[in-house]
């Protein structure tokens, strides 16, 4: 559980920040994860730390924001839709060290720009997605180890026929994400672990 005291919260962000060079921004967490004393661990892109043939669950989630053209919003409604209807206290038992130890990994499909188009007669490949604020949507995970985020073109944007300025339009482009989420463990890492278990029932 993440400490209360707001400096240790700090301090802690800054002891992993430490640890990996090309994550020079950590999140702070949620208040919602605060509160509660909760919010997944950032990890490094470390070999040790994959899911090495312990998948144990694979969500799919759909997000859209149909004003701002802002694909973090999306991502984040994306990967909210792929966990929050799911109980998996079965999943949680199965995890040496339970949710401590629990890996997560995200690969979000987001909807590209029209820069470095290739042209043809039948098509438009688009190389680049939408810039998206990862770091937004780690924070939708309570806990868990949470892998680097995996970002693709895909999804979609398309038009809703509807400018609203109120709501931050300057268009009227929707854009949908695409996100996937999949939980396992590590079993050489949570083997060390194994003795530690949480009482895990969500």
Known sequence: PLPDDDDDVDDDITSTKNKNKNNKNRPAWSDEWKAAGLGAQLIDDDTSQIIDGNLLFVQMGFGVDQHGDDATKAATRAVRNAIEFNSIPGVMKAIPGGRKEMLIHVKLGIPAIDDDDDDDSL???????????????AKVFPYGKLLPIDVVVGGLSFPTGRVVPELGDDNDLAVCVAACVSIGYNSKSSSSSSGDDDDDSS
């Open 123 to 137: 098509c438009r490949v688009k190389k680049k997605t939408m810039p998206i604020d990862v770091l937004q949507v």
